[in-house]
C-alpha cells in the first residue's frame, strides 16, 4: 500500500498510464542471460591484451625496472615502464579541489619513479593472449627501495612520515561550514556551552570504515586506434567524462576520442572513476597502433580500483533537557587514500548538507580534514557523504535518547521539520523541496509491530534472555539529483550538473530516445520508456532508448548521485514536450484547422468537437517525406533539450530495524525490517523496490560484514572475496518496504532518487538496534562492522572494549599460509 | 586470474593417477574437486608443473555400505554426501556438516576426499570424520594399500599422513547408526569458511549420554578431538547445567588462530559455547 498526501502532479500522462506501472525491465533478458555486449566480450581484429605490473608495496621509489625477459616472453609485443608512457599517458585529475589551497599529489596513471599504495602500476605487459601477457608480466623485474608508509589517518596528521614527501604534509585540505558565518543559524560553541550548564551534551567518536565497492562486472577496457576516432569501450559510469579528462590531459583532440560505455554490471559509484587502467590501455594503443584490451582481475578490482567512506567523525550534540537540539558539532578526518580521486576530497564535503538531516537545528558547524595516507585511493560509493552523516546524526539521536531517556521517535519528532513547513531552509542552507516525516514514521511503525517489539524487548531484558532484542531507528533524508550548476560553480566543482535528452520519431512512428544518463544496472531503458510512452502517447514497446556512446549520446554528464530520473528524466520531459509542440503545429496544417482547436491526448491530434485527428506517428511519417510541412517547419520530428535543475530534491523515510543478539557469542541477527521511503512519485514500482532492497543490502553489509583491512605493511588483507565477506542472499531477510509520496516541487515529474537511499538510512538503523539490545548491559556503542567478536568484547567488557582497529597481522585466507607456496615455514601459524 | 603454464594429465584409473604421481614427483598436484586448488592456481600462490586431474576415475566415485562401515570415494562431491540415505542414517553428523559447507555449486564440484587431503584446518569434513573414528585408504606407488585412522591422518597445516606419490581413496566410516549428531558452524556470512565449528555425536540411552564424540574446527592446525569432553558427558543427562559443566574445558590446549574474524580468545570461547549447544542439538535437548 502506498500512501499519497497530495495526488501526484500531472505527469503528462497520455492515457497510457505507463508512469507509475510495475514494468519488467526490457534490459533484463539480455543483461542475465548475459547475451550481450560486456566490454570483455568485445574482440577486435588483432587484438593485443594488457596485464598490469603492481606494487606490493604501499610506498617505495622505484630505482630500476628490468624488462628484458619481459620483452624477450613469447608472444609479447610490448613492455612499457612510466618511463616510456610519461609524455603520453595522461594525468588522473582530481575534478573537484575543495578548497583553492588543496594539496593535491600529482597522479600519473602509471608510477614513474615512485608509488603511493599497494597496487599502483608500475609496468605494463602487451602480448597476443592475456594468459601470454599474465606470465610477461610475472617476469618483469621491479627493483624498490621501501619508503615508511602512512596508513593511520590519524598517524598521518602528525606529519611525522609522509604519503607523498616531496608535498611536506600529508593534510590535503581543511573545509568547514558554520551556521553563524553563513548567516543560516546561531553559534555552535555558544550552544554547546550553555547545554553544559543547563543542558545535555553527548560526545562521540564513530568511525565510517573504508568500503570496497565491489560491482559484479570488474572493470574493462578496450582501445581501439585504428579508426578516423580513437574508439574506447569501458566498464564505466562516465563516458563523457571520461572523454573530457581523456582529451583534456593527454592532448588528444577531443573530436577524436570515442567512448562507449556498452552494457556495464554495476558500479555503486565505483565506477566513476577515470582509471589508471583507461589511461594506460589509452596511451597503449595509441603507441602500437593497435587494439588492445585489459580487464582486471577480482583481485585487482578490490585492491586498485577506488575504495568509499573511511572517516573518523568526532560529534558534539547540545540539546535542552527536553530533548530539543540547539547545537550540532561535526568534526570529521577524511581518509583519501594515496591520491585525490576524481571528486574524492568532495565526498565527505557532501555530508555537510545532510548531517542536520530533518531537523531544525538552530546552530550547526561542519568540518572535515582531508588527509592522504599510502592506502588505495577513496572515492564516491553509493551515497557518497550521505550515508556516513546519516549515521553520524542518528546514532546521536539515539544516544541523547536514551540520555533523556526518551523514546528514539519521539526524540526525532521533536526536532524535525513538520510537513507544513516545507519548504524549509535548514541550518546548512539547503532548501528541502517537500517531504511527510510523520507520515512515513507513522506507517513504519505500524508495519513494523513497534510497541509489540518494544514489549518483548522489555521481557526478554527482564528474564535475561541470552539472546536479547534491539530496535534501531533512523530517520533520514537525502540529496539527490546532482546537481544545479551554478551550485557547483560555488562550490569550485570541475563541471556542470546539468542533463541532455534527444528524441527522435522515426518515419515508422517508432521513437529512439538518446539520454545522457549512463546506465549500468538501473534500469533506465526501462523506466526512460515509460516516461516518454506516457509523454508522447506512443506504446512502450515502441521505443528504444540509447546511452552510452559519445557518437550517439553527445552531450551528458552521466549517472551518479541518484540524478539519472531527477535531471535526465527532466531533460526527457522536456525533449518530448518539444516534439509535441512541433508536431501540433504540423497537425494543424495537415487538418487545417488551428492549432488552438487541437487537443493531444493518447498520442493523437483530435481537432475539438470532431472526429478528425492525426496520430503522431502520422505527423513523423509526414515530416519524413516533408511533402506538404509549413511553411518555414524543417523536415523531420525530433527534439534535444538539456535541462539544469534549479534544486536538489530530497527523498527521505523512516527506517525500523529489530536485531536479536546473542550475548553468549556476539552473533547478531536479523529479526525484522521496514522501511517506508519518500522518494517523490514512483515510475516504476518494480524497479524503486529492486533499488530499496538492493540499497538495504549494502547498508547492513556496512554495518554488519565489510570493511576493508590493510595489514602493518599495507598490504590489503581482505584482497578477496574469501576475506571482504559480501553478503548475499542467504544473509538476509525478506524486507517490508513501503512508500508516502510527497512529490518534489523542483521538477515536472514530481520524483526525488532512489539509488542510494536504502544504503543511506539502513547502516545506522542497524547499529542502533544492536546497540539499543545491549544497552542495558553498558554498552553504547559497537564500531562497524559490528563483527560477533567486537559485540562479545563489547558486552563482555561493559562497553569498554572498543576494538575499533582489526589485528594488523591478519593473513588472508588463501594467503601466505596457502599450501605448497614458496615459505611456508616463515608464516605458518596463521591461516 | 590466469594460473601459470601447467600440463594436465587426466588418468581414469588409480593405477594411471599414481603412475602419473611417480613420474612427476614433486612437481605434481593432485586436482580433485578444485575447489581450494583453482583459486589458489589463480592467484599464482602455487605454480605446479603438473596437474593430475582425479575427475575421470569412476572406481574414486561413490557411496556404498560394507558390512559396519560407511565407505566414500574420495572423489565424492559434498552433494552427494548429503543426497546419500545411507550417510545420513549412519553417519549423520557427516551429512550435517557437508550441509554447510559454502552454496550449493561449491558442493557439486568440492569433493569429501580433497577436503580432507588439502587439510585446511577451517574445512568443515574433517572434524567429523575425526569423531566418528573413521579410517582413510591409502594408495601408494605399486598399487599397494595402507589404512590410516583418522586420529593419524591429520598432521599440520595443509599436511596429512597422504605422502608424495600416494592417494586417499576411501573414507570408511564406522556406523553410528541410532546416534543424535549436530555440527554447529560459527560463520559471519553463510559461504564463509569456519570460523570455529564443532562436531558432536551422542548416543542416548535411558535418559543419559551413553557415548560422545566431539571434534572442533579451526581451533588449531588441525581438527581436534576432545577426548576428555566426550568422557565427561558419558553419563550425563542431556541438560543445559550438565552439558555446560562437562564441556566447560573443552578449549583447553587447543591453538586456534587469530585473524579479522576473531582472536584465539574468542575463538576458545565461542568454541565452549558452541560445543554446548552441538552436545545439546545431538542429544536432541
Redesign the interface.
Known amino acids: 500500500m502506498t500512501i499519497t498526501e497530495d495526488a501526484p502532479t500531472a505527469t503528462g500522462g497520455n492515457g497510457t498510464g505507463e508512469v507509475g506501472k510495475a514494468r519488467r525491465r526490457k534490459e533484463d533478458q539480455r543483461l542475465i542471460t548475459g547475451r550481450t555486449r560486456w566490454t570483455d566480450n568485445i574482440t577486435l581484429p588483432g587484438m593485443l591484451h594488457i596485464a598490469m605490473v603492481r606494487s606490493p608495496y604501499a610506498h617505495a621509489r622505484i630505482t630500476g625496472i628490468d624488462t628484458s625477459a619481459a620483452k624477450a616472453a613469447r608472444n609479447v609485443v610490448g613492455v612499457f615502464t612510466g618511463d616510456d608512457l610519461k609524455d603520453i599517458q595522461g594525468v588522473n585529475a582530481n575534478a573537484w579541489p575543495i578548497t583553492p589551497d588543496q594539496v593535491t599529489p600529482n597522479h600519473l596513471p602509471m608510477a614513474v619513479d615512485r608509488v603511493a599504495c599497494a597496487g599502483e602500476i608500475v609496468a605494463c605487459v602487451v602480448a597476443r593472449s592475456?594468459?601470454e601477457a599474465?606470465?610477461a608480466a610475472?617476469l618483469v623485474d621491479v627493483d624498490y627501495e621501501e619508503l615508511p608508509a602512512v596508513l593511520d589517518m590519524k598517524e598521518a596528521l602528525t606529519d611525522e612520515n609522509l604519503a607523498h614527501p616531496d608535498l611536506g604534509t600529508n593534510k590535503s585540505a581543511f573545509w568547514k561550514l558554520d551556521s553563524k558565518e553563513a548567516g543560516t543559524g546561531g553559534d555552535v560553541d555558544e550552544a554547546i556551552a550553555k547545554a553544559r550548564e543547563d543542558g545535555v551534551v553527548i560526545e562521540r567518536e564513530y568511525r565510517q570504515q573504508r568500503l570496497i565497492p565491489a560491482f559484479m562486472e570488474p572493470r574493462s577496457v578496450v582501445v581501439d586506434p585504428t579508426g578516423e576516432q580513437i574508439t574506447m569501450w569501458s566498464a564505466t559510469q562516465v563516458p563523457h567524462i571520461l572523454r573530457f579528462l581523456l582529451a583534456a590531459t593527454t592532448g588528444v583532440s577531443e573530436s577524436k576520442i570515442r567512448v562507449i560505455a556498452p552494457d556495464v554490471g554495476g558500479g555503486f559509484g565505483g565506477k566513476l572513476q577515470t582509471t589508471p587502467e583507461e589511461f594506460i590501455a589509452f596511451a597503449v594503443g595509441r603507441q602500437l597502433g593497435k587494439p588492445v584490451k585489459y580487464t582486471e582481475?577480482?583481485?585487482e578490482s578490490l585492491l586498485s580500483g577506488h575504495h568509499g567512506r573511511d572517516q573518523w567523525q568526532k560529534l558534539t550534540l547540545s540539546a535542552t533537557k527536553d530533548g530539543t537540539v540547539t547545537g550540532f558539532n561535526v568534526e570529521l578526518l577524511a581518509d583519501l587514500g594515496a591520491y585525490v580521486a576524481l571528486v574524492g576530497g568532495g565526498v565527505p564535503v557532501l555530508g555537510a548538507w545532510m548531517f542536520n538531516s530533518i531537523y531544525k537545528f538552530p546552530a550547526y558547524r561542519f568540518s572535515v580534514q582531508t588527509i592522504l595516507t599510502n592506502k588505495t585511493w577513496v572515492d564516491a560509493y553509493r551515497g557518497a557523504g550521505r550515508p556516513e552523516a546519516t549515521y553520524g546524526i542518528e546514532r546521536m539521536m539515539d544516544e541523547l535518547a536514551n540520555e533523556l531517556g526518551m523514546d528514539p521517535l519521539e526524540v526525532r519528532e521533536k526536532n524535525w521539520i513538520t510537513h507544513e513547513e516545507f519548504p524549509f531552509t535548514t541550518v546548512a542552507g539547503m532548501t528541502y523541496d517537500s517531504g511527510n516525516y510523520e507520515a512515513a514514521t507513522a506507517r513504519a511503525r505500524e508495519l513494523f509491530g513497534y510497541d509489540e517489539l518494544r514489549a518483548e524487548q522489555r521481557r526478554r531484558r527482564e528474564s535475561n534472555d541470552p539472546v536479547q532484542l534491539g530496535i534501531g531507528v533512523s530517520t533520514f533524508t537525502e540529496m539527490c539529483g546532482l546537481a544545479p550548476s551554478r551550485v557547483l560553480g560555488s562550490l569550485n566543482y570541475g563541471a556542470g550538473g546539468w542533463e541532455h535528452a534527444h528524441i527522435r520519431m522515426l518515419p515508422t512512428g517508432k521513437v529512439e530516445v538518446v539520454t545522457g544518463t549512463s546506465p549500468h544496472g538501473q534500469g533506465h531503458e526501462t523506466a526512460w520508456s515509460q516516461i516518454v510512452a506516457d509523454r508522447l502517447g506512443v506504446p512502450f514497446e515502441d521505443i528504444e532508448v540509447l546511452h552510452g556512446d559519445t557518437q550517439i549520446s553527445h552531450k551528458g554528464l552521466d549517472t551518479y548521485g541518484s540524478r539519472s530520473l531527477v535531471v535526465g528524466g527532466e531533460a526527457l520531459v522536456l525533449a518530448a514536450d518539444k516534439v509535441v509542440e512541433k508536431a501540433k503545429v504540423i497537425a494543424a496544417h495537415m487538418l487545417e484547422a488551428s492549432a488552438d482547436d487541437l487537443e493531444f491526448s493518447g498520442g493523437r491530434f483530435g481537432v475539438k468537437g470532431t472526429d478528425k485527428g492525426l496520430g503522431i506517428g502520422e505527423i513523423a511519417t509526414a515530416c519524413f517525406a516533408a511533402h506538404n510541412l509549413p511553411e518555414g517547419i524543417e523536415p523531420g520530428l525530433d527534439s534535444e533539450a538539456t535541462y539544469d535543475p534549479v534544486n536538489f530534491s530530497f527523498p527521505h523515510g523512516t527506517h525500523l530495524c529489530a536485531m536479536e543478539v546473542d550475548t553468549?557469542?556476539g552473533?547478531t541477527k536479523m529479526r525484522s525490517y521496514v522501511a517506508v521511503d519518500d522518494v517523490g512519485v514512483i515510475i516504476n514500482p518494480l524497479i524503486v523496490a529492486g533499488q530499496e532492497h538492493g540499497g538495504l543490502v549494502q547498508g547492513i553489509a556496512q554495518a554488519?560484514?565489510e570493511?576493508a583491512?590493510f595489514d602493518e605493511n599495507g598490504t590489503l588483507?581482505?584482497g578477496?572475496f574469501?576475506?571482504y565477506?559480501?553478503?548475499?542472499a542467504?544473509?538476509t531477510i525478506s524486507f517490508v518496504t513501503d512508500h508516502t509520496v510527497s512529490p518534489s516541487t523542483t521538477n515536472t515529474l514530481g520524483t526525488k532518487g532512489v539509488g542510494e537511499a536504502g544504503t543511506i538510512a539502513s547502516t545506522p538503523a542497524v547499529v542502533n538496534a544492536i546497540v539499543d539490545a545491549v544497552r542495558h548491559l553498558g554498552v553504547d556503542d559497537v564500531p562497524m562492522p559490528c563483527?560477533?567478536?567486537r559485540v562479545?568484547?563489547a558486552v563482555q567488557s561493559g562497553g569498554a572494549d572498543r576494538q575499533v582497529e582489526?589485528?594488523g597481522?591478519?593473513?588472508p585466507?588463501?594467503?601466505a599460509?596457502?599450501?605448497?607456496?614458496d615459505t611456508?615455514e616463515t608464516e605458518?601459524?596463521?591461516? | 586470474m590466469i594460473p601459470a603454464s601447467f600440463d594436465y594429465v587426466a588418468p581414469t584409473t588409480v593405477a594411471e593417477a599414481l603412475a602419473a604421481l611417480a613420474e612427476h614427483g614433486d612437481e605434481a598436484k593432485v586436482l580433485a574437486g578444485g575447489q581450494s586448488l583453482l583459486p589458489i592456481l589463480r592467484m599464482r600462490l602455487n605454480t605446479p608443473g603438473v596437474v593430475v586431474d582425479l575427475g575421470r576415475i569412476p572406481e574414486l566415485q561413490g557411496i556404498s555400505e560394507e558390512g559396519d562401515s560407511i565407505v566414500i570415494g574420495a572423489m565424492t562431491p559434498y552433494a552427494a554426501v548429503l543426497a546419500s540415505e545411507a550417510v545420513s542414517s549412519h553417519a549423520g553428523l557427516l551429512s550435517k556438516a557437508v550441509a554447510t559447507v559454502a552454496d550449493p555449486q561449491i558442493r557439486h564440484r568440492g569433493t569429501v576426499g580433497g577436503a580432507l587431503v588439502h587439510a585446511d584446518p577451517a574445512g568443515d569434513v574433517g572434524a567429523p570424520v575425526l569423531a566418528l573414528g573413521a579410517e582413510l585408504v591409502i594408495a601408494g606407488a605399486g598399487g599397494q594399500t595402507r589404512t590410516v585412522a583418522a586420529a593419524d591422518f591429520f598432521e599440520d597445516l595443509f599436511t596429512t599422513a597422504v605422502g608424495e606419490g600416494e592417494l586417499l581413496t576411501q573414507v570408511r566410516i564406522p556406523k553410528h547408526t541410532g546416534w543424535g549428531s549436530h555440527y554447529e558452524k560459527f560463520v559471519r556470512v553463510s559461504h564463509q569458511w569456519s570460523i570455529v565449528a564443532v562436531a558432536a555425536a551422542v548416543r542416548v540411552e535411558g535418559g543419559s549420554i551413553a557415548e560422545a564424540r566431539v571434534a572442533l574446527t579451526n581451533m588449531g592446525a588441525t581438527p581436534l578431538r576432545a577426548k576428555a569432553v566426550e568422557e565427561a558427558l558419558v553419563g550425563q543427562a542431556p541438560t543445559d547445567e550438565a552439558v555446560r559443566a562437562a564441556v566447560a574445558r573443552v578449549a583447553e590446549g587447543t591453538n586456534p588462530p587469530s585473524d579479522l574474524n576473531g582472536a584465539a580468545d574468542y575463538r576458545r570461547h565461542l568454541a565452549t559455547v558452541l560445543t554446548r549447544r552441538a552436545v545439546l542439538a545431538a542429544a536432541g535437548a
Request: charged content about 20%.
Open positions: 592475456a594468459a599474465r606470465d610475472e582481475t577480482r583481485s553468549e557469542t552473533a554488519l560484514w570493511g583491512e588483507v581482505t578477496s574469501v576475506d565477506t559480501l553478503p548475499t542467504a544473509d563483527t560477533p567478536e562479545w568484547r582489526s589485528a597481522d591478519a593473513q585466507h588463501f594467503g599460509a596457502a599450501p605448497n607456496q611456508p605458518g601459524g596463521a591461516q
